[in-house]
Nanobody
Framework: QVQLVESGGGLVQAGGSLRLSCAAS????????MGWFRQTPGKEREFLAT????????YYADSVKGRFTISRDNAKNTVYLQMNSLKSGDTAVYYC????????????????????WGQGTQVTVSS
């Protein structure tokens, strides 16, 4: 089992930055790909970024490419999402997730490919 706890959300002005953290626990956490998603009321959960267990070959949704950066520190069992140049459209609840499989061999972007989810952290961007 893997448990995930997000932190770092809050209120920020448009153009500002936030860094989200996701603390993972569980024996296999460092062996799984990790992803960040977000969701707004009435919409499906949106993929943002993923990072494999090795930390190499990150992959991003077009909507955040160049603005968001995903990283991980396996020694601390923590995944980060650095968010820059925030827009009002980035307002959402942000979730981190751990992949269903150990060390998937390719970037995974679909929510069904992630078995473990955090509780979410609210990000609000004011214009």
């Amino acid at each position: 089992q893997v448990q995930l706890v997000e932190s770092g959300g809050g209120l920020v002005q448009a153009g500002g930055s936030l860094r989200l953290s996701c603390a993972a626990s569980g024996r296999t956490a460092s062996s799984r790909a990790m992803g960040w998603f977000r969701q707004t009321p009435g919409k499906e959960r949106e993929f943002l970024a993923t990072i494999p267990h090795s930390g190499n070959n990150t992959y991003y949704a077009d909507s955040v490419k160049g603005r968001f950066t995903i990283s991980r520190d396996n020694a601390k069992n923590t995944v980060y999402l650095q968010m820059n140049s925030l827009k009002s459209g980035d307002t959402a609840v942000y979730y981190c997730a751990a992949s269903s499989t150990i060390a998937p061999g390719r970037p995974i972007t679909a929510s069904y490919q992630y078995a473990y989810w955090g509780q979410g952290t609210q990000v609000t961007v004011s214009s």
